[in-house]
């Protein structure tokens, strides 16, 4: 019994290098949803000039919905472009944008050279609703349900990575469920 | 002279410093009413910057600190306590952006961590020293047995009752 006490710095070090192993592997830029599993902020956003529709709350009820945050001065946003358009494309899901803090001339040149895949998009200027979002870096993207509740979000660039483990397996079970 | 310079210096450091400390609020930023913006430099202080993380947005020069900064001058004017403003961002983005985090079940390793080590640390320092005290008296020992007294008194070199082998060679070597 008393020959246990000397295990104890051993187990301690080897506590410290379990927390390391898993607090080195977390990327601290990455902060934790306060919005996940609530319902989407009560918002309204004009469409870009010469679209037609914007993006409003309303929009993100009765279906299983993308929602990308985007900006033309954005350079990672560009990097994720191509994941977008095939989430929009080929995997059928409803993909919807807020244009983060853009010009409007700037947004639709970039969309016009890199694609439009989104159903729409609403402009967000002064990025107030981006803050309702609790969005502090661009790219983001979301999964909203059909009840418009929050179940994911990405910070950062969607790598395919992150698309085929996280994203469409939760969007198909959203869309059956 | 020097001294002059020196004292000079001394007198318009302060001024020197003041200034950069306030230098991310922005003149147009800064509300009409005094009694307003003190609280709102207070509740900014309180505010971490989600892009620079170990700035308040007080501090920050981020384009979203300054978002923060006018969303707290505007829930202020719109009458939000300091409470109401803290907990209007935190709805937003989490106790993360709190810089001094709450007491609450999912912090409580965080703010009772630190003491409970202590107490641990403690704990064992007493545990050890009353461990070290029984073993200097001979609390809880077993006795030498008759065999290894012999022995030990033969290398001590004190001759004793029917001497081993051992004992008397110690003895021929030193012992006279």
Redesign the interface.
Known sequence: MRRLIYLLPLLLFAGVGVAFWYGFDRD??I?????LDKPV?GFELPPLPGHKEGLSTAQLKGGVTVVNVFASWCIPCKAEHPIITRLSRQEGLTVRAINH?DKAEDAIAWLNRNGDPYASVGADL???VS????V??VPETFLVDREGRIRFKHVGPLTPQVVEEQLLPLARELSRG | MRAHLLAALLAVSPLAIAPTAALAVMPDEVLKDPALESRAREISKELRCLVCQNQSIDDSNAPLARDLRVLVRERLQAGDSDAGVLSYVTDRYGDYVLLRPPFKAATLLLWVGPFALLALGAAGTVFYLRGRRGAGSGGDTTPLTEDETRRLDALLGKAGPGDTALGKEALGKDGV
């Not at chain 1, 902060?31 to 919005?35: G, M, R, V």
């Not at chain 1, 803050?131 to 609790?134: A, K, P, Q, R, V």
């Open positions: 601290p830029k902060i934790p949803s306060a919005l902020p803090k002064d990025g107030r803050i309702d979002w609790g502090y870096g």
